[in-house]
């Protein structure tokens, strides 16, 4: 499994980015996939997570409503598009594979390179 995010970069409070994560995984659309993050001196903490068919997701209550993950199976890519950034948002952001097929609620078992997002205020 190779998972590879991008679209990082510096962005204003109030601001958007949308990152990509391209994924080397055979059987791509049997996999749920998630997002997470992690700011300097604290924990990975989960953010969003989308069945095979991108039918069903879920979010962290801290980004509910601002972040939208969405999946297009025809590329292997999920994607993860964020508006009204915060500060507080600044981390590494990865994209994360569940650890089985056909699994869901997902039990995340690989993650990739991250991509750095920064939020000035």
């Known amino acids: 499994v190779q998972l590879q995010a991008s679209g990082g970069g510096l962005v204003r409070a109030g601001g958007s980015l949308r990152l990509s994560c391209a994924a080397s995984?055979?059987?791509?659309?049997?996999?749920?996939m998630g997002w997470f993050r992690q700011a300097p001196g604290k924990e990975r903490e989960f953010l969003a997570a989308?069945?095979?068919?991108?039918?069903?997701?879920f979010y962290r209550d801290s980004v509910n409503g601002r972040f939208t993950i969405s999946r297009d199976n025809a590329k292997n890519t999920v994607y993860l598009q964020m508006n009204r950034l915060k500060p507080e948002d600044t981390a590494v952001y990865y994209c994360?594979?569940?650890?089985?097929?056909?699994?869901?609620?997902?039990?995340?078992?690989?993650w990739g390179q991250g991509t750095l997002v920064t939020v000035s205020s």
């Open positions: 994360a594979a569940d650890q089985s097929r056909y699994n869901w609620p997902p039990q995340f078992g690989s």
């Open positions: 989308i069945s095979r068919s991108g039918d069903d997701t």
């Open positions: 995984i055979r059987f791509f659309s049997s996999y749920a």
